[in-house]
T-cell receptor, first 113, second 110 residues
Framework: EAGVTQFPSHSVIEKGQTVTLRCDPI?????LYWYRRVMGKEIKFLLH????????ESGMPNNRFLAERTGGTYSTLKVQPAELEDSGVYFC???????????FGPGTRLTVT | GDSVTQMEGPVTLSEEAFLTINCTYT??????LFWYVQYPGEGLQLLLK?????DKGSNKGFEATYRKETTSFHLEKGSVQVSDSAVYFC?????????FGKGTSLLVTP
């Protein structure tokens, strides 16, 4: 069974540009989560999808961030326009049930210069 | 809100040494507690978990006991190996969203 995959593994963009991160969850996992780790801080929850519906986006920092999961399969997280403080590692995770074990991807390291 | 505090790293140990990584939590309810591990270049992997007070989670020689009276979930291993070098994260969840500590980097030398 393939694990959670994320693309790209690393992205370097300039302030003001747009970046889209992609996450492919484990097949059959209805629940998908995004987390972020800013340098030196904790990994923070961003949002939770069940299939294509956003169940909880309480952790999204502001309206420059837009997450989608069309068709309930892969998900994208767009940052537009990117700011310096958006730099960090963005993790995606998926689970079969909302209280089930979450399987994490390797993360996308985003650097905004 | 719910939060986790874990000891700062990095921790450097010799092979076969005893490992303890401290983790304490603050929560309003009765969360589940976890230890995740991130090996270089890989995603976070669940190492062990405990869902109620006095439960002991164990895996790969690692253990942690859910202590409600001290609000702690310390990670221990009796004899570490070089392959245990990684970053360890303590986490809790009241439901589904995980709250993580900052992570503790462990380096085990031969």
């Amino acid at each position: 069974e393939a694990g959670v995959t994320q693309f790209p593994s690393h992205s370097v963009i300039e302030k003001g540009q747009t970046v889209t991160l992609r996450c492919d969850p484990i097949s059959g996992h209805d629940n998908l989560y995004w987390y972020r780790r800013v340098m030196g801080k904790e990994i923070k929850f961003l949002l939770h999808f069940v299939k294509e519906s956003k169940q909880d986006e309480s952790g999204m920092p502001n309206n420059r961030f837009l997450a989608e999961r069309t068709g309930g399969t892969y998900s994208t997280l767009k940052v537009q326009p990117a700011e310096l403080e958006d730099s960090g590692v963005y993790f995606c995770a998926s689970s079969r049930f909302d209280t089930g074990e979450q399987y994490f991807g390797p993360g996308t390291r985003l650097t905004v210069t | 809100g719910d939060s986790v505090t874990q000891m700062e790293g990095p921790v450097t140990l010799s092979e076969e040494a005893f490992l303890t990584i401290n983790c304490t939590y603050t929560a309003t309810g009765y969360p589940s507690l976890f230890w995740y591990v991130q090996y270089p270049g890989e995603g976070l992997q669940l190492l062990l978990k405990a869902t109620k007070a006095d439960d002991k989670g164990s895996n790969k020689g690692f253990e942690a006991t859910y202590r409600k009276e001290t609000t702690s979930f310390h990670l221990e291993k009796g004899s570490v190996q070089v392959s245990d070098s990684a970053v360890y994260f303590c986490a809790l969840t009241p439901g589904y969203a995980l709250n993580f500590g900052k992570g503790t980097s462990l380096l085990v030398t031969p």
